[in-house]
């Protein structure tokens, strides 16, 4: 049996847009054969992971706080993902965030006015891009494989937030909790806007989400990035430089995580504390892919990725699966989404015995 | 954490054994899964996955050694065989593992770069899943098999004390290295992943040998992981191998792609993250814990930074790495 890849004639954009689809559709077939043979009950498991959190309106507002960050850290990576400039450690960035907003509200403690809020929001953007700038330096002055060192940073930005949390910056009357001094409300983020309970953030994430599509639809540099991305050598004729390239989406990605981190802390937890890590800086590549890189598309990944971290929380409490759960299914969406992706533009021809290859030779 | 192998009566040599103990202990499972990564991107494959891969080992390594110590079997062939057993379970459930990238990577031609994080967090909720049953038992560890009266004198430990892994990770990387380097079969393989065209025009199979490449790769990483579960902490915890997966392919980057370097590298690193332990409990503790438990991380992008700046140009890498080779495409 011989299994060959052929190039598809013509590409289908029809298929090409509704490929996510398919790809979160066999999640859901495989997802339920493999916890059936792992003794749970399968198709209700993936039944509260995909549609408990959508068919209950009270857990809107669960998967709108999920959906939020997750958007805003995939629309950054997703630059770097068309020029093919790996960031990897957007959980460093996120974490690098949040701690520079907990920077700046330490400061401010006694302080009041409208002033500090903004101040928090700009300096863990900025300390979100500030923890990717290293690896963009180091890529481009040294050729640094920028998978490895974004990722290394991770580790050791989840150092420095135990270290911080856990000494300088602990609450002095926290009773020896690991985690900064409540913020106070000129350091917190309204949890609801115009009457809906939906985190501000996840507006945010809408309007950059519409602002990216315009960037990189319809800019110069949008072009520029997704040309080093697909032909280099073109790039380069056309005076695109690579460097550039991997400067800007790096600091755009950081900055975005950073973001994300800062307006989770502000308008979630209102403090800092060891627990703030969850992974959304890597579940956020998922997002970027299942989204096609496609702002709009990312959107709508980040909403599906968000109902199944929700869902798998339902499905904890209700089929008694892991906590694990929603991170393996999370994990076939992505493994799905890569080969449906080359399934648009290729066909699979599976090729059995001799006389196929008799025929083709 | 017992790392440490330590409780001598206090005498520094005591203690410069127990440290060597530990460095080995640290190195090993750095070593296994780097030495299986190299051979992996020798071939022109770029596989990330290796942290996922040797969280499918560490599970299934404990899964089957827990299993064969059960009252019923113990005395049994099965329970002795049971570490044994253990290992080659890892192996098998990490070169399964890697079938799966392997099968998007490879036969799809998918992007390797998103292919491998998917093995990652794949691995991770996967051993997350099937270890939940396994949680807060310990198992005896997969120690020295080496008859005691060898291990009591100070040289005896150093050179006997430890798991059989440890000798199989130093035979491997030396085996790896002859392959690599002196035979016909390695000299195809680095063939593959320096120019993958002509490997193919001549004849050779490049997805054949790259999916050999790729298991070969997870098995190495599934015997680490078990190293991390067998040995180090003889029981299951989530993510227990920490990140340890990362350090294995930036040592591949250190090593500058040759086996013998690897070993070199791969002792460097152990050398730091023992620091770290013993900086921790000793006069260096002005600095904060947190400072050296990220000293390896650190410690790596300097490394990377400092040999990729002699690699400019990529000069060492192999020419295909990371490149999809789709045939008549």
């Known amino acids: 049996m011989r299994i060959r890849l052929e190039k598809r004639r013509e590409l289908s954009r029809v298929m090409l847009a509704l490929s996510p689809i398919g790809a979160v559709v066999m999640t859901m077939i495989v997802g339920a054969i493999i916890f059936a043979a ?28 999920k959906a939020a960050p997750l958007i805003l850290i995939a629309l950054g990576l997703t630059l770097g993902n068309q020029a093919k400039v790996w960031n990897i450690g957007a959980e460093g960035q996120y974490l690098l965030g949040a701690l520079g907003g907990a920077g700046v509200a330490i400061l401010t403690k006694d302080m009041h006015g409208p002033w500090i809020l903004p101040l928090m929001i700009v300096a863990g953007v900025a300390a979100g891009a500030l923890w990717a700038a290293p690896v963009a330096w180091l890529r481009n002055r040294y050729g640094v494989n920028e998978i490895l060192s974004s990722l290394m940073l991770v580790y050791v930005a989840l150092q420095l937030l135990n270290y911080l949390v856990t000494g300088p910056w602990k609450d002095p009357n926290g009773q020896n909790f690991p985690q900064t001094a409540p913020y106070t409300p000129d350091q917190k983020l309204p949890a609801d806007l115009f009457g809906l309970p939906f985190p501000p953030g996840l507006y945010v994430a809408f309007a950059l989400a519409l602002a990216f599509w315009l960037v990189m639809a319809r800019s110069e540099f949008g072009l520029g990035v997704r040309i080093v991305g697909e032909a280099p050598k073109a790039a380069r004729y056309a005076g695109y430089r690579e460097s550039d390239a991997v400067w800007s989406t790096m600091l755009i990605s950081g900055a975005m995580a950073g973001l994300a981190g800062v307006l989770e802390t502000t308008t979630q937890s209102g403090q800092l504390n060891l627990g703030f890590p969850s992974g959304y800086g890597f579940t ?19 909403i599906v ?42 066909r699979l021809r599976i090729e059995w015995g001799s006389r196929t290859a008799a025929a083709r030779a | ?214 298991m070969f790769g997870g098995a190495m990483a599934g015997i680490a992981g078990a190293y991390f579960s067998m040995v180090i902490t003889p029981l299951w915890a989530e993510r227990m191998t920490a990140g340890r997966g990362w350090i294995a392919l930036a040592l591949v980057v250190f090593s500058g792609w040759r086996a013998g370097r690897l070993l070199g590298g791969a002792y460097f690193f152990g050398l730091f993250m ?16 947190q400072f050296w438990a990220a000293m390896p991380y650190l410690m790596a992008v300097i490394v990377l930074a400092v040999m990729s700046a002699r690699n400019k140009g990529g000069s060492q890498s192999p020419a295909c790495l990371g490149k999809p080779f789709i045939p008549d495409a």
């Open chain 1, 38 to 65: 792992l003794g749970y009950d399968g198709p209700r498991a993936v039944m509260e992971i995909f549609f408990t959190p959508v068919l209950a309106p009270y857990k809107w507002p669960d998967v709108a706080t």
């Open chain 1, 284 to 302: 956020a590549i998922i997002v970027s892919f299942l989204g096609r890189l496609h702002p709009l598309g990312i959107v709508l990944a980040g």
């Open chain 1, 305 to 346: 990725l968000a109902i199944s971290y929700v869902g798998g929380q339902v499905a904890q409490t209700t089929v008694h699966v892991p906590s694990a759960t929603a991170g393996l299914f999370q994990a076939m969406m992505l493994f799905f989404i890569l080969a449906s992706d080359v399934l648009v533009r290729r």
């Open chain 2, 1 to 214: 954490m017992g790392f440490s192998h330590g409780g001598g009566k206090g005498m520094s040599l005591d203690l410069i054994i127990a440290a060597l103990l530990t460095v080995v202990n640290i190195t090993t499972p750095i070593l296994l899964a780097a030495t299986g990564e190299l051979v992996v991107e020798k071939s022109g494959v770029l596989n990330l996955g290796v942290e996922g891969m040797m969280l499918c080992g560490a599970i299934a390594g404990f899964a089957v050694a827990f299993s064969c110590s059960d009252p019923d079997v113990a005395d049994t062939w099965l329970g002795l065989a049971g570490p044994w057993l253990g290992v080659v379970a890892a192996a098998a459930a990490g070169a399964a593992s890697s079938l799966l990238f392997g099968f998007m990577a490879l036969t799809l031609g998918a992007n390797q770069v998103a292919s491998g994080l998917a093995l990652v967090i794949f691995g991770t909720g996967i051993s997350s899943l099937i270890g939940t049953s396994f949680v807060g038992i310990a198992i005896q560890p997969f120690d020295s098999v080496f008859p005691e009266s060898l291990a009591e004198h100070p040289i005896g430990r150093v050179l006997f004390g430890y798991s059989p892994i440890v000798y199989f990770a130093f035979f491997m990387v030396a085996a790896v290295g002859w392959f690599l380097n002196k035979t016909r079969a390695g000299l195809v393989l680095r063939a593959v992943g320096e120019n993958d065209l002509s490997a193919h025009s001549i004849g050779y199979s490049v997805i054949g040998v790259r999916y050999m490449s790729v």
């Open chain 2, 274 to 289: 023992t620091l770290e332990l013993y900086a921790k409990a000793s006069g260096f503790s002005f600095l904060p814990s």
